[in-house]
C-alpha cells in the first residue's frame, strides 16, 4: 500500500489561518506561534503538496488557483474535526451511542413522537438518528438499527414488523372550492401528487374500484410523504398517503379525505438489526421500547 500523503494538523491550521488574513503574521498572532513558524509550516505543506499556495508579492500574500482550491478543501477537514470533537465532549464516560437509520416521514411523524421518554428511562444511550430511504445503512455497518418500510426480508438482518398500513387521499378543504366528490373518478381530475417511492400508488388505487386513468402517473413528484403533504396543505393538489402520517391534519381540519376510500398498503414497516445485535443491550433497549409503545397504542 503506497504511503498516505496526510500533512500534519499544525500544517493546515496554519494555511487556513495565513489564507484567512493573508498574512501570516496575523495568523501567528491568532495562532500564538511565531511568524516564522507559521511560515516553515506553510513552506513545508507547499513541498509535499508540489504546489505553490501563496504568491509572496510586495510582502503580502495572495492564494495561487492551487491555494483557493485546497483552502475548500481544509475548510472541510477542520470543520469536520471540529465537529467531531465537539461530539466526543457532549457524551459522558458511560454514553453508548446507538445510530439510528429511518426514512424521512416514518422518522418525524412516527418515530421521533414515540421516543418521548426514551432519553430518560436510558440516559446512557445517546441516538444519533439519520434520514435513510432504503435499509442499507445496516449492511454498512453506518447504523446499529434501521426503521423501513418494505417486506420485511434483508439479508443478514433480524427483521421485526412493527405495523401495517392504508393509503387515503387528502387535500385541502378549500381544492374542493365546498364541493363533495361523487365518485373516484372525480379525484382523477384533480393534480395527482407523486410518490418517488411508490410509483405505482394513484394507479392501484384507482385500479381496486375498477378505474383506468391516464392521469393516475401524472403530476408533480416529491421525494418523500412529508413534502407531498406540506404540498397538499398548500392546495397544490391532492396526496395519497398512509393514514397514520396524516392523523393530525385530518383531526384540525387541515386537510381533508376527499374520497374515502382507503387502500392497505402491500408491505409493512419494520425495525431491524443485524442478526448478530439481536442481545446488543443498547439495541434491544430501543427495540423492546418500540415494542412497548405500539402496545400503548393498541
Known amino acids: ?10 500544517a493546515l491550521q496554519c494555511f487556513e489561518a495565513a489564507a484567512r488574513h493573508l498574512s501570516f503574521t496575523r495568523a501567528a498572532e491568532e ?5 516564522s513558524a507559521v511560515s516553515k509550516q506553510v513552506a513545508q505543506l507547499e513541498d509535499m503538496l508540489r504546489h505553490h499556495l501563496f504568491l509572496r508579492i510586495r510582502r503580502r500574500l495572495q ?3 492551487a491555494g483557493a482550491l485546497y483552502l475548500a478543501e481544509v475548510n472541510k477537514i477542520l470543520t469536520q474535526v471540529d465537529m467531531s470533537s465537539r461530539y466526543i465532549l457532549s457524551y459522558g464516560e458511560q454514553t453508548e451511542v446507538l445510530k439510528v437509520a429511518t426514512q424521512p416521514s416514518f422518522g418525524v411523524r412516527w418515530l421521533i413522537p414515540h421516543l418521548k421518554g426514551f432519553g430518560k428511562r436510558y440516559p446512557n444511550i445517546h441516538l444519533d438518528i439519520r434520514n435513510e430511504m432504503e435499509p442499507f445503512a445496516l449492511l454498512q455497518a453506518t447504523a446499529d438499527v434501521v426503521f423501513f418500510y418494505g417486506q420485511g426480508t434483508w439479508p443478514g438482518a433480524a427483521c421485526i414488523e412493527l405495523f401495517r398500513e392504508e393509503v387515503v387521499p387528502v387535500c385541502a378543504p378549500e381544492l374542493l372550492q365546498g364541493r363533495a366528490l361523487q365518485s373516484a373518478s372525480e379525484v382523477a381530475e384533480l393534480v395527482l401528487m407523486q410518490s418517488t417511492s411508490r410509483p405505482e400508488a394513484w394507479h392501484e388505487w384507482f385500479l381496486e374500484q375498477g378505474l383506468h386513468t391516464a392521469n393516475s402517473y401524472h ?3 416529491f421525494d418523500t410523504f412529508y413534502m407531498a403533504l406540506s404540498a397538499a396543505e398548500a392546495g397544490c393538489g391532492v396526496a395519497l398517503v398512509p393514514r397514520y402520517l396524516v392523523a393530525r391534519e385530518l383531526a384540525d381540519g387541515s386537510l381533508i379525505v376527499p374520497w374515502d376510500h382507503a387502500m392497505r398498503s402491500s408491505g409493512a414497516h419494520y425495525v431491524a438489526f443485524a442478526e448478530h445485535a439481536a442481545e446488543v443491550p443498547k439495541v434491544r433497549a430501543l427495540v423492546d421500547w418500540v415494542g412497548h409503545q405500539l402496545q400503548t397504542d393498541g
Do not use: Y
Not at 1 to 10: C, I, T
Not at 31 to 35: A, K, N, R, V
Open 31 to 35: 495562532l500564538h506561534l511565531t511568524q
Open 1 to 10: 500500500m503506497s504511503k498516505r500523503l496526510v500533512p500534519s494538523m499544525a
Open 63 to 65: 492564494l495561487t488557483p
Open 219 to 221: 403530476g408533480p413528484r
